[in-house]
């Protein structure tokens, strides 16, 4: 499971149903949006400054169609509709919600298109016939270029449909079939467009689902690389990448843990490897419930073995955790007969350092002199290294 709650599987099906790329989970719909909605504001955002410079060339139209109000034509353009067109470009990439998004980016066409109603209804030109015009061609352009998704898309149509009604009823004098045949093309206009914009952006919503599932199986076969496959633990492999990590970051003190499970080969012989598998998944749940999810690390070596690395930890408390993981497996009462305890108990060698002073190897290296120590002591035991008296001879 991702960070959102993403299962692979989900998204496999959801590809294999070929289901509508509109309606995505909850989940995947708030990554699809944390991760292309800052491109697509700022995309709207540049749409919007080409818009403002193309809007403000057709004052040379108004001056031609328009000339007893092109006075107020200008103003209006430079300080009231251009303006807004900025504001919106400004605020549209700090804009988080998808929604509101969207919204502030068909604002523009509303301003625009009032604006040149507004000049229709006031201008006695005998070319104001023609230069209605420019409501429709206005949303018809923005629309094409700014894709907005169907919903929003049909809603503004909607919106400049009524809006060029009302301002038609206003002035009046535009015969009925006229009218009526304007309306009709600009909806089949309309919805030519607005199909075409949520055809392009289903496909690209379909195009981020696959996108994701590769992501997914990627990760997915990354982490089995670096897992154990019996206890799920790091293997090796992850502990060269953690330990590289760890060691490039900002000096730290880390400390490490080396336990193994006491007399364990005769476990094996004498209840077999199926039950020795199973306990030594029981060892490895026993350690990692114990460990900080997000910066500590657990491994297994290899046999019975086991490495934890704790960030930011000093060999005192290091040596606490060790302490309570040895309780919690002796706890488990799981039957060895071969262990003079009677259950299945395990050692410990706790070590620590700082990554400025130390490599992994030398502080594995220490972890495992104290181990060998609690073991040569009687086993069923924790030993940490800054306590052997004599380190090297260990």
């Known amino acids: 499971m991702g960070q959102q709650g993403l299962l692979l599987q989900d998204v496999e099906e959801l590809v294999a149903s070929r289901r509508d790329a509109a309606a995505f989970p909850p989940a995947l719909e708030e990554r699809y949006e944390r991760e292309t909605g800052p491109r697509r504001a700022r995309f709207l955002a540049t749409i919007a400054l080409r818009t403002a410079l193309i809007y403000n060339l057709f004052l040379i139209c108004e001056y031609l169609l328009a000339p007893d109000v092109f006075l107020l034509a200008t103003i209006l353009h430079l300080l009231v509709v251009t303006p807004w067109i900025l504001i919106v470009a400004h605020v549209l990439p700090s804009v988080r919600a998808a929604r509101w998004r969207e919204i502030l980016a068909a604002s523009i066409t509303v301003a625009i298109v009032a604006q040149v109603l507004a000049i229709y209804c006031l201008t006695d030109s005998s070319f104001a016939t023609r230069y209605i015009y420019f409501a429709p061609v206005a949303f018809l352009t923005i629309a094409s270029v700014q894709r907005l998704p169907a919903v929003y898309g049909v809603r503004l149509a909607a919106l400049v449909f009524l809006m060029v009604a009302a301002a038609s009823q206003v002035r009046g004098g535009m015969p009925a079939e006229i009218a009526l045949a304007n309306g009709m093309t600009f909806a089949c206009i309309a919805g030519s467009i607005i199909n075409s914009a949520s055809l392009v952006w289903r496909e690209q919503r379909r195009l981020y689902l696959l996108s994701v599932r590769d992501q997914l199986r990627a990760e997915l076969s990354d982490s089995d690389a670096n897992a154990d496959a019996l206890t799920g633990l790091g293997n090796r492999r992850y502990l060269d990448k953690r330990a590289r990590a760890l060691w490039e970051a900002a000096p730290m003190q880390v400390a490490a843990i080396i336990f193994d499970a006491d007399h364990f080969k005769s476990f094996n012989d004498r209840y077999g490897h199926t039950r020795g598998d199973t306990c030594l998944k029981r060892i490895a749940a026993c350690a990692t419930a114990e460990l900080r999810e997000t910066?500590?690390?657990?491994?297994?070596?290899?046999?019975?073995?086991?490495?934890?690395?704790?960030?930011?930890?000093?060999?005192?408390?290091?040596?606490?955790?060790?302490?309570?993981?040895?309780?919690?497996?002796?706890?488990?009462?799981?039957?060895?007969?071969?262990?003079?305890?009677?259950?299945?108990?395990?050692?410990?060698?706790?070590?620590s350092a700082s990554t400025r002073g130390a490599t992994l190897e030398s502080l594995i290296e220490a972890a495992d002199a104290a181990l060998y120590v609690a073991k040569s002591a009687g086993r069923n035991r924790t030993q940490r290294h800054d306590m052997l008296r004599q380190p090297a001879a260990a």
């Open 295 to 351: 910066s500590d690390v657990a491994i297994r070596l290899g046999g019975e073995e086991f490495l934890l690395l704790l960030v930011d930890t000093d060999a005192e408390v290091a040596e606490i955790v060790a302490e309570r993981i040895r309780a919690t497996i002796a706890a488990l009462g799981i039957p060895h007969e071969g262990n003079p305890c009677g259950v299945v108990t395990s050692s410990f060698g706790v070590a």
